[in-house]
C-alpha cells in the first residue's frame, strides 16, 4: 500500500466516523431534507470531473466528459436548490 | 508542492469542513436552512476552486473546456428548473433523479480516468459497479415514485439466476482490470452488468419498501462518490462521500428497524404491493363500524385532544393541505391538535413531515413515534389519514406479517375514526384489527375528499 492510499484510507475512515456522530442526531422530521442535502453534497462528484477534464483528449472521451458534467451540475444546482426549497417551508409556530 | 498547491488544498479542507458543519446545523429545524446554505457555500468554493486549478495547470485542452462548460451549464439549467418547479408531493421521485446522477457521474469518472495504479483499478472498478448500479436503480426507483414505473413489486423471470449471472460476469470483470491490465473494455462491461444488475435489484420492490431503498441508493452513491476521489486522489470527493454514505446509512436501519424487516429481505423484494385498492371490503367475521362526515366531525369538535395519523393515502391524494385546515379549525375551536408520524410512513424518510410543513402545519406540532405513543391514551380522538399497517395492533403479537414492526398505539386512544377509501389490505397484505375494535369508526372516502367533508362539517356544526 502506498503511503498516498493510506492517507486516503484514513480520511475515509474518519470523515465516515464523522459522518455517523454528526447525523445520528437528526430528527425525524428532518429526514427528507437531511437526505436530499447529502444528496447535494455528493454533487462534489462535479469538481471531479472537472478533474477528469484536465486528462481527457479524444473525441469519445469529450462526449464522455460532458455526459459526466450534465450529471454533476445537475445534481449539485438542483439538489441545493430543492433541499433549500423544502427547508424554507419548515415553520415554527408563529 | 508549490504554494499554489498548498493553498488549493487548504481550501478544499475548508469546503469539506463546510459540509460537516452544514450537516450539523441540520439537527434542528430552526438551523437546517442555514445548515444547507453553509453547505452550499463550501460547494461554490469548491467548484470555483476547481476551475482555478485547472486554469493554473493549463492541461485541460479546448475541445475538453468545451464539453465540461456546456456540460455543467446544461446540467445546472436542468438541476435548477427541476428543483424550482417539482411540485412537493414529486419530491422524492427528485431526490431519486439527483441520487441516479450524481451515482453515474462518479461511474464515468472511473470510465474516463483509465486507472494505472493498483489503487487506482481496485477503487475504480468498485466506483464504476456502484456508481452505475446506483444510476439504474434510482431511475428504476424514480420511476416507480412518479408511478411510471408500476409500484408493485415486478418480478423478473429467472431473476435471481440472471443476476448471479451477473454478479459472476462483474467478478470477472474486475479480476480483469486489476490484475491483467483489462482496461476500458473490461470496465465498460462491469460497467454495463451494473447498470442491468441496478434494474434487477429495484424492480421487485413494492411501493412501501420505497423509503429503505432510497435510503440505501444515496449510501451507496455517497461510496461511489468517494471511490472516485480515490480514483482522483482527491480529498473533497473523499470526504464528502464519506459523509453522504454514512447518512445513507443511517437513514437505511432507521428505515428497516421502523418496519422490523432485515434489509437483506427488503431488498430482495417481491413482498406485497403498498398501493393495491383492494375492491373487496371483506375482513371476515368481525364488523366494521361507520360514521358520516356530519358525525365524526362533532365527535372531533367535542374532543379535548385529538392527535393525526397521516399515511401514505394522504400523500397519493394530494391531501395535506385540508389536513392541515382541519387541524387549524379544531386549534380554533380550543382542540389540542398534533401530528403522529410514523418513520416509514409515505415513500421517503420523513415524507409526511415535508407535505406538512408545505401545508403550513408547525413543526412542533408534528411527533415522531417515540414522542406519540405515551399521548395516545389520553388522546380523545385519532384520526387516521390514508395510513394502514403502521397502526396494526396485530404487530405486537408474534406470527404474522408486521409482528414486532413498531406501530403507533392508535388502539389505546379513547377512540379513532380512520378515513380510508376502502377496507383492502395495507402493503402487508393482512386485516388491520383496528377496523374491527369496537371504537374505531370507518369514514369511507378518499383522504381529500374525506377531509374536506370533515371541514364543512366542523364549520356547520361547531360554532
Sequence with gaps: MSPLLLADLTVFTLALLVGFEVISKVPATLHTPLMSGANAIHGVVLVGVMLLAATISTPAGYALLAVAAFFGAMNVAGGYVVTDRMLAMFRSRS | ???????????????ATAFVAGLHLMNAPATARRGNQVSAAGM??????????????GEINAYAAWALGLGTAAGAVAG??????VRMTAMPQLVSLFNAVGGGAAALIALGEHPATTQAEVTGVLDVLIGAVTFSGSLIASGKLAGRVPGRPLIVPFGRVVSLALIVFAA???????????????????????????VLLTLPIGGADMPVVISLLNAFTGTAVAMAGFVLESTPLIIAGALVGAA????????????????????AGGYGTGDAIAVTAGTGSAPVREITADDAAIQLAYAGRVVIVPGYGLAAAQAQHEAVALAQALTAHGVEVSYAIHPVAGRMPGHMNVLLAEANAPYEQL????????????TDVVLVIGANDVTNPAARRP?????????????????????????????????????????????????KAGLSALLTGLSAYAR
Excluded: Q
Design chain 2, 172 to 198: 470477472v470483470m474486475a479480476v480483469l482490470v486489476i490484475g491483467f491490465d483489462g482496461g476500458a473494455p473490461a470496465l465498460w462491461g462491469a460497467a454495463v452488468a451494473a447498470l442491468i444488475g441496478g
Design chain 2, 367 to 378: 411527533a415522531d413515534l417515540e414522542e406519540s405513543n405515551p399521548g395516545f391514551p389520553r
Design chain 2, 399 to 447: 406470527g404474522n406479517p408486521v409482528s414486532g414492526m413498531p406501530i403507533l398505539d392508535v388502539d389505546k386512544a379513547k377512540s379513532v375514526i380512520v378515513i380510508k377509501r376502502s377496507l383492502g389490505h395495507g402493503y402487508a397484505g393482512i386485516d388491520n384489527e383496528l377496523y374491527t375494535d369496537p371504537r374505531t369508526a370507518m369514514l369511507f372516502a378518499d383522504a
Design chain 2, 44 to 57: 461554490g468554493v469548491a467548484i470555483l476552486t476547481t476551475v482555478a486549478v485547472l486554469v493554473n495547470n
Design chain 2, 1 to 15: 508542492m508549490t504554494a499554489f498547491d498548498t493553498v488549493v488544498h487548504l481550501v478544499y479542507l475548508a469546503c
Design chain 2, 248 to 267: 445513507g446509512a443511517i437513514l437505511t436501519k432507521l428505515m428497516a428497524d421502523a418496519m422490523n424487516r432485515p434489509i437483506s429481505a427488503i431488498m
Design chain 2, 80 to 85: 435548477l428548473v427541476a428543483a424550482r418547479v
